[in-house]
């Protein structure tokens, strides 16, 4: 899911690109005894914001350590000259960049300092380890909150027809059918923006990973497919479930995803397949964003085994050039502690938990991300498949409208995406396909 993936992280942010700044750090302290580090970040708002509070609440509470950010573009020209400057050996001492299955491009082992075993990972998440491990070496701390992936509802409409959150297929299908009846949209989609079909599938891979553990591990090795694992083909079956049922918004095929939030926030639909952290912007205009609309991971079969899938955040991560490793170490243990976390969100309204132990969601946070709180607390989350797993085939999203809209079954559907992703991981030179 290349492009998705692509399109998925711009989507989950803000972008209002800012003025391409750099400033250069000397590797030798000063006559004061002060060390500067450098520190690449991104250029989007959110970024720019929460990278700002980190730096600042770190260098009052350490008076020796200065901070030096420069800040980079998104996308693909961003990925490049991360690259470049790493394989240059002029990298700054510290920087933010995805984590998840694009870490590995870094080549990591050869350019990352190795943080596996060190006191500066004493707070971060266990759940969150994985993301940024290679090779079995652990190498970067949570920048920021995790977004949810899975249905957003309206709780108004809930309320009002009595209705309780689902925790499997069945009883969400359920709902779907009471709210039909009342004259509600059940499910809205929004097909115009195709990328916003696959949310069904994506946001199913906690069922996935809950029924077939091993299940990205041999999926990257080639040794299971979408079409043979029925785990996996669920989240096409649920597609095709909600289409037979006609419980679509009308006009999903020509639907913007603008419009399918805006249907949603003011209760002409119920549930929308859809990323949380889309959910803040809408604060300005609808106020009512914060407390209306919960979050509910994609129900299975099994009320027991219920749980979310999450799009984790990026990470900090440490050059393996750097001349101030100390200064850098305490720098990332600030980022992965309850401290750090209170920095960022007094200047940046959290849409989601944060991956650092103890820390507080404030009273006033947004529903959706208490709702994804409740999972983080019971341990029942995983990331999302592009996390854990290098193989992204580029057709997803048009394969997702065909079943969606009831012209691909889903057993072919899934069938096709296997075909999608195997010249992906033949491209990337994968063993076992």
Request: overall charge negative; some cysteine; aromatic content about 8%.
């Amino acid at each position: 899911m290349k492009t998705s993936h692509r399109t998925i992280a711009t989507a989950v942010a803000v972008l209002a690109m800012t003025a391409l700044t750099s400033c250069g750090s000397s590797s030798e302290p000063a006559a004061d005894g002060t060390v500067t580090l450098s520190f690449m970040t991104g250029s989007d708002q959110s970024t720019v914001d929460t990278s700002k509070a980190l730096a600042n609440a770190f260098m009052k509470a350490n008076p020796s350590i200065k901070i030096d950010m420069e800040h980079q573009p998104g996308g693909s020209e961003g990925d490049n000259i991360v690259k470049t400057r790493l394989s240059t050996g002029e990298m700054t001492d510290v920087f933010w960049y995805n984590s998840g299955s694009l870490l590995q491009a870094l080549n990591p082992a050869q350019t990352l300092v190795d943080l596996t075993g060190d006191p500066v990972l004493t707070n971060v998440q266990q759940d969150y380890l994985p993301v940024v491990t290679q090779g079995g070496k652990v190498y970067g701390v949570p920048a920021t909150t995790l977004t949810g992936g899975g249905i957003l509802y309206n709780r108004k409409v809930y309320d009002k027809l009595g209705l309780e959150v689902p925790k499997t297929w069945d009883a969400f299908m359920a709902n779907n059918e009471k709210i039909k009846a009342a004259g509600i949209a059940p499910v809205i989609s929004t097909f115009k923006d195709t990328w916003t079909s696959q949310l069904f599938v994506l946001a199913d891979f906690y069922n996935v990973q809950a029924a077939v553990p091993s299940f990205a591990q041999d999926y990257t090795a080639g040794k299971v497919k979408y079409a043979t694992t029925p785990a996996a083909q669920g989240g096409f079956q649920h597609l095709a479930d909600v289409h037979a049922k006609d419980y679509l918004s009308k006009g999903f095929g020509s639907a913007t995803l603008d419009q399918g939030l805006k249907m949603l926030v003011e209760g002409k639909g119920a549930h929308y397949a859809m990323l949380s952290g889309l959910l803040p912007p809408l604060l300005a205009t609808y106020p009512q964003t914060a407390t209306d609309v919960g979050f509910l991971g994609v129900p299975s079969s099994d009320p027991a085994k219920h749980g979310a899938t999450v799009w984790e955040p990026p990470a900090i991560y440490i050059a393996k050039t750097t001349e101030h490793l100390d200064a850098a170490k305490k720098f990332l243990a600030f980022v992965a502690s309850p401290a750090g976390t209170e920095a960022v969100t007094a200047a940046v309204r959290p849409s989601g938990p944060y991956r650092i132990k103890g820390s507080k969601l404030p009273d006033d946070a947004i529903q959706v991300a208490k709702d994804l709180q409740v999972y983080i607390d019971k341990g029942a989350t995983s990331p999302a498949l592009e996390f854990l797993s290098p193989i992204k085939g580029p057709s997803l999203e048009q394969i997702t409208v065909a079943v969606g809209s009831g012209l691909t079954p889903p057993a072919e559907g899934a069938a096709q995406y296997d075909k999608d992703v195997e010249k992906q991981a033949k491209q990337l030179g994968l063993a076992g396909w």
